[in-house]
């Protein structure tokens, strides 16, 4: 649902006072006194310099622009290859990697639990034979491409990696992203296998792994993002996405390894509401805050280990199926706030996705919004624009203050992990939640087109659907797989990687060559959850 509020009157006259998506006071005007006794060096820093209030990079856009990714998968590989070709012909400057749910779940196409699912929310992968035709004829040496994916991480990136093997692309040449962010399962998503302790250790072997054989690619994209699609304010997103930061940060450390090391690749993911003042002054405090943890907590010294560099996706949660034309309107505003935030890189929704699956026409209308801000705007021309401003770095500081407030109140409990076996993060993010819905009930939220605005008759929609004999076609591949395979090599394969869980070497190099052999994503996973378990959340019982 949007969350654009209903416009207040004057508040000398009687109005409302108005207050951010976080409950943050915002005041009808903002002078000087709003930044008494500020000091700009200390808040703001330079473009490029601690504490990157103003951006991660001294020229920003003025050099070059964002990367410019969409996000898809559907149906099967081939189909989804399809549509990679055509959004890089039409500009697209990063892939971005849609799995379906059985995929995220680690279960192969032909389990029970996959029926009806197999397809529907992104590309089903199955083997290595499918990223192969997911990736056929796009140079993996070239593109840049990001994979949401999760609990399974580890083993679609050795997947991605063995396919560039084949393509003659060596392994330090690749970049991307895996978002391999699975503390934010717990809380807000749900897409987890194991219990926190072995899926902690699944992403350390990952950051370890990646800084000998992928240095370019980032291990791990730690997001807000599905946090703020459940619910989460834009100070909860970024106060539960930072204390999970530290929380994949201290694994790491306590594997051994140093934070210069490792940090360099860390990635973030957030949302881009309408909202937006408040959004652009979530993005420069969550820079701020990360800066200084990083710096100050654990004593990183390298700078681009200060740095939070993130992706954005304009929020999905905000598009409507009512008039979903005015998707368009709220898509641009939201993109505008991810650039005037300084995101790295951008994923504009399509307007029919309230529906079903973009269409080709509305996929490419999502990339050319991005180009239009990019070419036909002046927000490139300056770094920060914003800065200085009154209400913005008023903002700013009002935000940061209660992000890390409640990062204290994470760290009291004993940080992320402990918080989520209390059900905290879920809880608060719930309650946000509830509240946007009784004030979107009630009117007191307008969204436009629903409590507001509304046409007596919609007009008439055809979405993209997806061919239900997917499944049957998936079923079908493994099938012919199993024949084709070697068993004993793979029965070789699975007993060294669950001999491998049983103890404490990285436990990469025998997934990587267990899939090599075509085991397949719900085999490897099967064999992880018969030595790890899988994880049951409290509020289950």
Known sequence: MVTAREPDGDRAGGGTPRTTESGLPVEPVYGPDALAGWDPAERLGAPGAYPYTRGVHPTMYTGRPWTMRQYAGFGTAAESNARYRQLIAHGTMGLSVAFDLPTQMGYDSDAPLASGEVGKVGVAVDSVEDMRLLFDGIPLGEVSTSMTINAPAAVLLLLYELVAEEQGVPAGRLTGTVQNDVLKEYIARGTYIFPPQPSLRLVADTFRYCGAAMPRWNTISISGYHMAEAGATPVQEIAFTLANGIEYVRTALAAGMAVDDFAPRLSFFFVARTTLLEEIAKFRAARRIWARVMREEFGARDPKSLMLRFHTQTAGVQLTAQQPELNLVRVAVQALGAVLGGTQSLHTNAFDEAIALPTDKSARLALRTQQVLAHETDVTATVDPFAGSYAVESL????????????????????????????????????????????TDSGERVVVGVNRYRLDTEEPYAPLRVDPAIEEQQTRRLARLRAERDAGAVATALARLKKTAEGTDNILPPLKEALRERATVGEVCGALREVWGTYVPSDAF
């Not at 940080?415 to 004030?439: D, L, M, N, T």
Request: net charge negative.
């Open 396 to 439: 700013t500081d009002d935000v940061e203050t209660s992000a890390r407030a409640l990062m204290a109140r994470v760290e009291d409990m004993g940080g992320a992990v402990a918080a989520i076996e209390r059900g905290f993060q879920k809880g608060e993010i719930e309650r946000s939640a509830y509240r946007v819905a009784q004030e």
